[in-house]
């Protein structure tokens, strides 16, 4: 079993920034790591990915703006979003599809975090 914590989402002005955090505990051999975001009546979309080499593929939406990243060593991914706009206002999920130790592949979510981005 794997659990996702995520952190650092919030309320922020336009053009500002957050950094969100997501750290994986538990049976882990190797994870892909990524994030969604959730607007109101709107679909779950990606926002970004980030693989165990360190690939990364992003929406183009966010593409120049937010930058996702990873610590292997603390199981922990990143996503740092700058330049912030209203429209980037959602709940924000990390997802992270893990291999264990014993070859079973299973995606995992997190809670989800409010960012609120105003005008």
């Known amino acids: 079993q794997v659990q996702l914590v995520e952190s650092g989402g919030g309320l922020v002005q336009a053009g500002g920034s957050l950094r969100l955090s997501c750290a994986a505990s538990?049976?882990?051999?190797?994870?892909?790591m990524g994030w969604y975001r959730q607007a109101p009546g709107k679909q779950r979309e990606l926002v970004a990915a980030i693989s165990g080499g360190g690939s990364t593929d992003y929406a183009d939406s966010v593409k120049g703006r937010f930058t996702i990243s990873r610590d292997n060593a603390k199981n922990t991914g990143y996503l740092q979003m700058n330049s912030l706009k209203p429209e980037d206002t959602a709940v924000y999920y990390c997802?992270?599809?893990?291999?264990?130790?014993?070859?079973?592949?299973?995606?995992?979510w997190g809670q989800g975090t409010q960012v609120t981005v105003s005008s």
């Open positions: 538990g049976s882990i051999f190797s994870i892909i």
């Open positions: 997802s992270a599809r893990v291999r264990s130790w014993s070859g079973d592949v299973v995606d995992y």
